[in-house]
């Protein structure tokens, strides 16, 4: 960015430390320094005391999340976002997916290969949550975990962001319904009656 005349800061969030050391030799690699990692679950307060421009979560994570856990991811990129912040998320309608397209399957082959052959199988459902827990299971080494997952659509996740911010957009890229969606401007104030008459810009092709 150099080239370009901006200045560039970078900081990764992440629980696994792994994970942000991976991220942290990519950065380095493609931006030419070392950006700032901290260790920190995204669903307890993150209190940094600065502002950010960008927010970014990307890799079809919002499975993660439930709805009550991605209210709390929420209020974390609203609270560290500049006013004329952007927060952008990949994203996929995977109802659509489930519906349309693969079908929902009680076992599922994640990963088949000469050395490695993966699992999910259901396991039980959490109504209240609305999380689904299936069994990860690695039929080579006998490996074993839970993994919690909840199934989201493109128009709700977009709908619990546009609480938060002014504006969401999406722009799809792999599929139709698979791309990046784009909230702009972190609401300051609360007017929920305004959203009556407001429509953002994901909607404005809907009739």
């Given amino acids: 960015m150099a080239g370009l ?3 560039v ?9 792994s994970a942000l050391d991976k991220a942290r030799r990519f950065g380095l690699r493609e931006l030419g320094f070392e950006p700032r ?3 920190h679950n995204v669903l307890e307060e993150m209190a940094l005391g600065e502002k950010f421009d960008i927010a970014l979560i990307w890799g079809l994570t919002t499975p993660h999340f439930s ?12 609270q560290l976002l500049t006013d004329d912040g952007i927060f952008m998320y990949e994203e996929s309608d ?3 997916a489930i519906q349309h397209v693969t079908g929902y399957r009680e076992v599922n082959p994640e990963i ?8 999910t199988i259901y396991k039980d459902r959490d109504f209240r949550s609305g999380y689904e827990t299936r ?19 493109l128009a709700s996740s977009a709908a619990f962001t546009w609480i938060f911010f002014n504006d969401v957009d ?7 319904y698979t791309g990046a969606v784009i909230a702009r401007n972190p609401r300051r104030t609360f007017d929920l009656k305004a959203l009556f008459s407001q429509k953002p810009s994901i909607l404005k092709q809907v009739q």
């Avoid at 088949?112 to 699992?119: G, I, N, P, Y």
């Avoid at 990860?136 to 659509?153: A, S």
């Avoid at 999406?170 to 139709?176: A, D, E, L």
């Fill in 170 to 176: 999406f722009i799809p890229t792999r599929r139709p």
């Fill in 135 to 153: 069994l990860v299971l690695n039929l080579i080494t006998n490996e074993r975990e839970e993994l919690k997952v909840y199934f989201w659509d």
């Fill in 67 to 78: 709805p009550w856990n991605w209210i709390k991811v929420l209020i974390n990129v609203w």
């Fill in 112 to 119: 088949v290969e000469k050395d490695r052959v993966v699992l």
């Fill in 9 to 17: 800061d970078l900081t990764l969030v992440d629980l696994r430390q």
């Fill in 5 to 7: 005349g901006i200045k």
């Fill in 37 to 39: 990692v901290i260790i």
């Fill in 94 to 96: 995977r109802i659509y």
